[in-house]
């Protein structure tokens, strides 16, 4: 989705960045630049040749969908599609470079999360969206069917989006987009911990399949919090919304001992467990 992307892209180079933390460092040491590495061409290439072509894919066919149910086919204005294609890519080289300058200036945790951030904006757009329905538009495989969503509330119209072609593109995607992204993760990672600056008795101990579950769970903490902001907002209204919830999120998730820098300490494995 259009309003999605643009941080979900942002998230993805940032993550490329902090799986191949400890290989940039050494490489920023001897070039002085986040970009003259073979990882920021792998990003790159990710970026151009699987992220933008399968959005432009769904913003062709799936007009309604890619753009939230605010434009048709017929109404896409040509400069907002040049807009998405573009950011798509730059949007990733930033979260590249901004995770590449954080690891350089030994802030790992803010570097990590700069992932963790991206996507609960992400989530949060999905689940929330700009007037609450962020969710009735995403499984809502049109227009239509999104204008139906208050005469037929629940999960079935999840449940019929599913099915719909939609979704079915969307595994299609996945089955090409993951084994490569989460490929490159597991490679850089596990070379990362060759390095050194890392509690080798750990990380020698960690395997793709663990690597894997802490990917999954830098997904699934943010879009946790992304439900429990909008329920926030829905319950108390915006503002007293997002206040009461970084009242919540902040001690629970973020803090040093929160779940996210328990996260972050398990995948980046620093000598004497502080980052």
């Not at 062709?60 to 907002?80: D, G, R």
Request: glycine content about 8%; aromatic content about 16%.
């Amino acid at each position: 989705m259009i309003q999605v992307d643009f941080f979900w892209s942002y998230g993805l180079g940032a993550g490329f960045a902090l799986a191949a933390g400890r290989q940039l460092i050494k490489e920023g040491r001897r070039s002085g630049s986040a970009f003259q590495n073979m990882f920021f061409t792998n990003t790159l290439l990710f970026m151009s040749l699987f992220f933008v072509p399968s959005g432009v894919c769904l913003l062709w066919a799936f007009t309604n969908w890619e753009t939230m149910q605010v434009f048709s086919y017929k109404n896409l204005p040509a400069w907002l599609v040049t807009l998405f294609v573009v950011t798509n890519i730059t949007q990733g080289i930033l979260g590249f470079w901004v995770v590449s300058k954080l690891l350089m200036k030994k802030k790992k945790y803010a570097a990590f999360l700069q992932v963790a951030l991206a996507y609960f904006i992400m989530f949060f757009i999905l689940v929330h969206g700009w007037d609450g329905t962020g969710y009735q538009r995403f499984f809502s495989f049109d227009r239509a069917a999104f204008l139906k969503w208050s005469e037929h509330p629940g999960l079935d119209n999840a449940a019929v989006w599913a099915k719909s072609p939609v979704a079915l593109s969307l595994y299609g995607m996945a089955v090409i987009m993951l084994p490569w992204l989460m490929g490159l993760i597991i490679k850089w990672a596990k070379e990362g911990y060759k390095l050194g600056d890392v509690d080798w008795n750990r990380a020698r101990k960690i395997t793709a399949a663990h690597i894997c579950l802490y990917v999954l769970l830098l997904i699934f903490l943010p879009l946790v919090c992304a439900v429990g902001a909008s329920l926030l907002i829905h319950w108390l209204g915006w503002l007293p919304g997002l206040v009461v919830f970084a009242v919540i999120a902040y001690p629970i998730m973020v803090r040093q001992g929160g779940l996210l820098h328990l996260l972050a300490v398990s995948f980046m494995v620093p000598k004497g467990g502080k980052l």
